[in-house]
């Protein structure tokens, strides 16, 4: 890919000038020493929506540790039973651009509040159901509540904080490791002393209070001209990653094979899918996801390490505790508290990477990030003999958090750098390459260790390569468009 830089400000009558990053033209915004500290009233927003961000973030973890108990109440074979887990990736892939879009759309606060209720709803169905596949379809359901957050979240923070939304968008990154100390303590307790199911119940009450708060505090956001919405490329995206999965998930059964036709027509449909979405997204009237989102200046590198980074880290942090109750037969309440170092790794960092992003520009924390995330999965693997197994796991896992904790707030401001009046959108094409790597990451992992009869060895292998796919994206880090300075 071709050498991408930040285009250069041009400061004029105490305003700077600046580009969108997509050719598109000129933004004037305000310069941040002449722009006012956020107001008691926009942290008030910050903490309704950050609230939505951390419910989801508890959701995904609890739902993680909760995989073996899932598995064997309901009878279902462990591929089956991950994808509580992948479902809700995949809903959050195709949710999150279309989100941001019609966030831009039809303003912020109704796409939040809707969030809300789909996701509280399905909550509540998914503790009451008694049946591995509809619970797989209610997850699929909550994701598009949940998926949806993060794009609305992003854009209400951009509308009320202005020049100073890079370092509020840059906060979001402490609230998903504070779910995710909560969450795996929370889902230990629940697993421990009642059942799964809690661990959808216990969103109820707290979306319900959520959703008074959101329609009290959240203030209403001008909506732009509503267009027709591309469905056609919903469903092609849909049918791509569906399909991918599907073919993915039936290697697990032993009597698979990838030249079997369970392997090969999902398989074949998706890349018919790939092809025609490609088609669409660069020849289409008005596609959801356009082309030059996704390949355009800076925007192609900045895509492909997302990809990476959410296949290596995101699948990595949901296998870490089944890898501690499969290889050491860790019990389910310790094995939740190596989330919690992991969280408590990148809560450690991520403050200071944040307030130091504008010096430091982008490249150097994604390049430390990137190698700390490396070393911590490959030392995960590797116990030294005299230490306690449960001691050595939560150090490793912390390292890996401090990765996450310097590179997550630099690569989200370097792709909303790239186009800032679009920061719901924006964020949303950020979470679904980053959710499409956890996808397939999550997909093959529990089909190989489906079929192996020792699966923590093998998720120990599954580490190391997730180890090498972070050291790979180093090289594309040199590419991604520098910025330092304010906004």
Not at 435 to 450: E, H, R
Request: proline letters at 6%; one cysteine or more; glycine letters at 12%.
């Amino acid at each position: 890919m071709p050498e991408a830089e930040a285009a250069a400000p041009i400061v004029v009558d105490a305003q700077t000038t600046k580009t969108d990053g997509t050719g598109a033209g000129a933004t004037k915004v305000s310069d941040d020493n002449a722009a006012p500290e956020p107001s008691p009233r926009r942290w008030l927003i910050f903490a309704v929506v950050s609230m939505a961000l951390f419910m989801a973030s508890v959701d995904h973890t609890v739902v993680a540790i909760a995989l073996p108990s899932i598995q064997a109440d309901l009878g279902s074979g462990l591929e089956w039973a991950s994808w509580t887990v992948t479902i809700y990736s995949l809903g959050q892939v195709l949710i999150m651009p279309l989100a941001g879009k019609l966030s831009d759309q039809f303003g912020r606060k109704k796409v939040f509040v809707i969030a809300v209720v789909l996701f509280t709803v399905a909550s509540l169905l998914c503790g009451l159901v008694d049946n591995i596949y509809l619970l797989v379809v209610l997850r699929g359901i909550q994701a598009i509540g949940g998926g949806a957050f993060m794009p609305a979240a992003t854009g209400i923070v951009a509308d009320n904080f202005g020049p100073n939304r890079d370092r509020a968008v840059g906060m979001f990154t402490s609230v998903f490791p504070i779910g995710g100390i909560v969450g795996p303590i929370l889902g230990g307790i629940l697993l421990t002393y009642w059942d799964w199911r809690a661990i959808f119940l216990v969103n109820v009450p707290i979306g319900v209070l959520l959703l008074v708060l959101a329609l009290i505090v959240i203030p209403e956001s001008r909506q732009a001209v509503s267009r027709r919405l591309d469905v056609y490329g919903v469903v092609l995206l849909g049918v791509l990653i569906l399909g991918l999965m599907l073919g993915v998930t039936s290697l697990g059964s032993k009597d698979s094979s990838p030249l079997s036709p369970q392997f090969l027509v999902p398989e074949a449909i998706a890349i018919v899918a790939l092809v025609l979405f490609l088609r669409h997204s660069s020849r289409g009237k008005a596609p959801f996801i356009p082309m030059r989102l996704l390949k355009g200046r800076g925007f192609g590198v900045m895509n492909l390490i997302n990809f990476l980074q959410g296949a290596a880290a995101i699948g990595f942090g949901a296998l870490v505790p089944l890898f501690a109750q499969a290889r050491f037969g860790i019990p389910i309440l310790e094995s939740g508290t190596l989330m919690t170092a992991r969280a408590v790794g990148m809560i450690c960092i991520a403050g200071l990477a944040v307030m130091t992003l504008r010096r430091t520009g982008y490249r150097l924390p994604m390049v430390l990030g990137f190698s700390l995330l490396s070393v911590g999965m490959v030392a995960i693997c590797f116990p030294p003999p005299g230490m306690h197994q449960v001691v050595w796991l939560a150090l490793a896992a912390g390292v890996t958090g401090l990765g996450m904790g310097l590179s997550v707030p630099a690569g989200n401001n370097a792709v909303l750098q790239l186009a800032p009046n679009d920061a719901a959108g924006i964020a949303g094409l950020r979470g679904m390459f980053r959710q499409s790597g956890s996808i397939m990451a999550i997909s093959i992992a529990t089909a190989v260790m489906a079929r192996s009869d020792n699966p923590g060895a093998t998720l120990s292998i599954v580490f190391l390569i997730f180890a090498g796919l972070i050291i790979c994206t180093l090289p594309l880090v040199f590419k991604v468009p520098e910025h330092k300075g304010s906004w």
